[in-house]
């Protein structure tokens, strides 16, 4: 009820005009798909630890978090666009379901940790299809050395180390961004020797990450494994850096990355310190190495799904039968700007419809995909019709039981986006 606080693992949060976490997203809290060792995600994440062995690992930090945490201590613009209420899930003003994992970098330094790698749910409103699902998973990872306390001799010795066992792989690294470039440069508060150290430190560090999790794969099939270097940008990172990882014919884009930005470590009470931080997300990667075809299997019930996996192993996912599928159009007009005023709405967004289709049908809606789109001619008015494909992972569907979530969609869009259904 508009009124009622929203409640999350027993903690209640006063609702405000930003409030748009629905039941259906709150539900997820409870999973952790990532603390279940026989679960693609649990494998996955042991993996990258046994990796980062001397990191400390954190795996239950809780998914509500500060705004402030989120975004402002990490250097975000006040206008960036991922702060909007249509790309993220708000408790309130103040609280929100984390975004990304970086979202604890601040209060990990802040403790005092030099080295650790967290394991965590995030949330982003988003659209339906295959690959898209609004709780997903990323790890994090992040580095520090005290250079007045020998941090970057260390960090030397490490790369000598790590270089000589990545010269000896079968790999591949494209990496176009290996000098300092005017769009991607090194902080004016770093001497650019460090810089350097600092920047090949995460590299190499990544590298060897990448050939743990997909070099298995690739040499089977007798090939290198190719892996390439992008330049990126992160408020809270410089130079910055994407990762891809060539695999089953496509890059796959994997990870975000940079050399900390000293006033975000300055931020922490530990400007003294430098160092490297990445985010890595968990589903795709999982997808590909499991071969799991659809992302909303990670969260099925279903024996048949759950039985394939043991701790420790990555193994291939054999697909049960695929149910029927069943799709239902729908076709409105989109309320103006003005008209929504008036109506006394907020501007139309995609994503709230696609909130509105996963409050009523949950994960028994495989994709929803804009099939057409035409503007009057005369009233200027923007119609679209959105074909919703209906398929359960686990069973079959009845027209019956379609139609009455259809309907409910159809009664919802009207109600909730003041939108005039053709
Ligand atoms: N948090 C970023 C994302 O979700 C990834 C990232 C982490 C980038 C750490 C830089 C440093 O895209």
Redesign the pocket.
Known sequence: KPTEPIVVEGVSYPRDAFSNATPAILDKVPRRLHLDPAHPIGILRKLVEDHFSSFEHLNSLSPIVTVQQNFDDLGFPADHPGRALTDSYYLNRQHMLRT???AHEVECFRAGMDRFLIAADVYRRDEIDRSHYPVFH?M?GAYVVDPAAGGIERLERENAEMQKELRAANIEIEDPTREETPTNPYQAAHDPRSARIISEHLKNSLNGMVLKLFGPQASQAGEPLRVRWIEAT?P??GP?YEVEVWFNGQWLEIL???VMQQHTLERSGVGHKQGW???LGLERIAMVLFSIPDIRLFWSRDARFASQFRAGEISTFKPYSRFPECYKDVAFWIPSADEAREAGREKWHENDFMEIVRGEAGDLVENVQLIDEFVHPKTGRTSRCYRLNYRSMDRSLSNEEVNVMQDKVVERIVSDLGVEVR
């Open positions: 990304h994992t970086s990323q994090e992160f809270w990172t910055s975000g990355c940079g931080a990445f985010g």
